[in-house]
Nanobody, 123 residues
Framework: QVHLVESGGGLVQPGGSLRLSCAAS????????MAWFRQAPGKEREFVAA????????YYEDSVKGRFTISNDDVRNMAYLQMNSLKPEDTAVYYC????????????????WGQGTQVTVSS
Protein backbone atom coordinates (compact mmCIF):
# COMPACT_ATOMS: atom_id res chain seq x y z
CA GLN A 1 0.00 0.00 0.00
CA VAL A 2 1.21 3.51 -0.88
CA HIS A 3 -0.10 6.64 0.78
CA LEU A 4 0.20 10.04 -0.94
CA VAL A 5 -0.46 13.39 0.72
CA GLU A 6 -0.42 16.69 -1.18
CA SER A 7 0.16 20.15 0.26
CA GLY A 8 0.95 23.66 -0.89
CA GLY A 9 -2.21 24.71 -2.68
CA GLY A 10 -3.87 28.06 -2.20
CA LEU A 11 -5.02 31.30 -3.77
CA VAL A 12 -2.58 33.16 -5.99
CA GLN A 13 -2.86 36.08 -8.39
CA PRO A 14 -2.32 35.61 -12.13
CA GLY A 15 1.40 35.59 -12.88
CA GLY A 16 2.22 34.31 -9.42
CA SER A 17 3.87 31.08 -8.26
CA LEU A 18 3.07 28.12 -6.04
CA ARG A 19 4.97 25.00 -5.09
CA LEU A 20 3.02 21.82 -4.48
CA SER A 21 4.47 18.96 -2.46
CA CYS A 22 3.56 15.28 -2.33
CA ALA A 23 4.72 13.02 0.47
CA ALA A 24 4.83 9.31 -0.33
CA SER A 25 4.84 6.59 2.29
CA UNK A 26 3.93 2.96 2.80
CA UNK A 27 5.59 -0.42 3.12
CA UNK A 28 5.44 -1.14 -0.59
CA UNK A 29 6.63 2.23 -1.90
CA UNK A 30 9.97 1.81 -3.57
CA UNK A 31 11.09 4.37 -6.06
CA UNK A 32 7.97 4.55 -8.18
CA UNK A 33 7.49 7.24 -10.83
CA MET A 34 5.40 10.19 -9.63
CA ALA A 35 2.97 12.44 -11.46
CA TRP A 36 0.63 15.38 -11.04
CA PHE A 37 -2.86 15.59 -12.45
CA ARG A 38 -5.52 18.26 -12.12
CA GLN A 39 -9.27 18.54 -12.37
CA ALA A 40 -11.05 21.83 -12.96
CA PRO A 41 -14.76 22.28 -12.13
CA GLY A 42 -16.93 20.61 -14.73
CA LYS A 43 -13.96 19.07 -16.54
CA GLU A 44 -12.29 15.70 -16.63
CA ARG A 45 -9.08 15.05 -14.75
CA GLU A 46 -6.04 15.76 -16.93
CA PHE A 47 -2.36 14.91 -16.86
CA VAL A 48 0.04 17.71 -15.89
CA ALA A 49 3.53 16.29 -15.41
CA ALA A 50 5.45 13.14 -14.47
CA UNK A 51 8.95 12.25 -13.28
CA UNK A 52 10.86 9.01 -13.00
CA UNK A 53 12.16 8.29 -9.52
CA UNK A 54 15.72 8.85 -10.69
CA UNK A 55 14.62 12.35 -11.66
CA UNK A 56 16.36 11.97 -15.00
CA UNK A 57 13.22 11.85 -17.11
CA UNK A 58 10.27 14.24 -17.02
CA TYR A 59 7.19 14.64 -19.16
CA TYR A 60 4.79 17.60 -19.36
CA GLU A 61 1.42 18.44 -20.78
CA ASP A 62 1.88 21.06 -23.49
CA SER A 63 0.04 23.91 -21.76
CA VAL A 64 2.39 23.84 -18.74
CA LYS A 65 5.72 23.41 -20.52
CA GLY A 66 8.10 26.20 -19.62
CA ARG A 67 5.95 27.26 -16.63
CA PHE A 68 5.79 24.16 -14.41
CA THR A 69 8.66 22.01 -13.18
CA ILE A 70 8.27 18.58 -11.61
CA SER A 71 11.00 17.18 -9.38
CA ASN A 72 11.49 14.64 -6.64
CA ASP A 73 13.60 13.96 -3.56
CA ASP A 74 14.37 10.26 -3.33
CA VAL A 75 15.73 10.54 0.19
CA ARG A 76 12.59 12.12 1.65
CA ASN A 77 10.17 10.28 -0.69
CA MET A 78 8.77 13.58 -1.90
CA ALA A 79 7.63 14.93 -5.25
CA TYR A 80 7.17 18.59 -6.09
CA LEU A 81 5.46 20.74 -8.69
CA GLN A 82 6.83 24.25 -9.04
CA MET A 83 4.24 26.36 -10.83
CA ASN A 84 5.24 29.75 -12.22
CA SER A 85 3.42 32.30 -14.38
CA LEU A 86 0.11 30.92 -13.20
CA LYS A 87 -3.02 31.62 -15.21
CA PRO A 88 -6.69 31.55 -14.24
CA GLU A 89 -7.09 28.42 -16.38
CA ASP A 90 -4.67 26.63 -14.06
CA THR A 91 -7.33 26.75 -11.37
CA ALA A 92 -8.11 23.16 -10.35
CA VAL A 93 -7.71 20.51 -7.71
CA TYR A 94 -4.23 19.07 -8.15
CA TYR A 95 -3.62 15.40 -7.43
CA CYS A 96 -0.41 13.49 -6.85
CA UNK A 97 -0.26 9.99 -8.30
CA UNK A 98 2.15 7.08 -8.42
CA UNK A 99 2.48 3.64 -9.96
CA UNK A 100 5.21 1.17 -10.79
CA UNK A 101 4.13 1.36 -14.43
CA UNK A 102 5.06 4.57 -16.29
CA UNK A 103 2.40 4.04 -19.01
CA UNK A 104 -0.30 3.42 -16.41
CA UNK A 105 0.76 6.44 -14.43
CA UNK A 106 0.89 8.86 -17.36
CA UNK A 107 -2.29 7.36 -18.75
CA UNK A 108 -4.17 8.33 -15.62
CA UNK A 109 -4.83 4.81 -14.36
CA UNK A 110 -2.12 4.67 -11.73
CA UNK A 111 -2.76 2.66 -8.62
CA UNK A 112 -2.13 5.33 -6.00
CA TRP A 113 -3.67 8.79 -5.62
CA GLY A 114 -3.65 11.54 -3.05
CA GLN A 115 -6.71 13.46 -1.87
CA GLY A 116 -5.85 16.59 -3.83
CA THR A 117 -5.03 20.20 -3.05
CA GLN A 118 -6.93 23.20 -4.39
CA VAL A 119 -5.13 25.78 -6.51
CA THR A 120 -7.04 28.95 -7.35
CA VAL A 121 -5.59 31.60 -9.65
CA SER A 122 -7.59 34.78 -9.43
CA SER A 123 -7.18 38.49 -8.96
Amino acid sequence: QVHLVESGGGLVQPGGSLRLSCAASGPTFSGYPMAWFRQAPGKEREFVAAVTWSGLNTYYEDSVKGRFTISNDDVRNMAYLQMNSLKPEDTAVYYCASDQSWPALVGGVGAYWGQGTQVTVSS
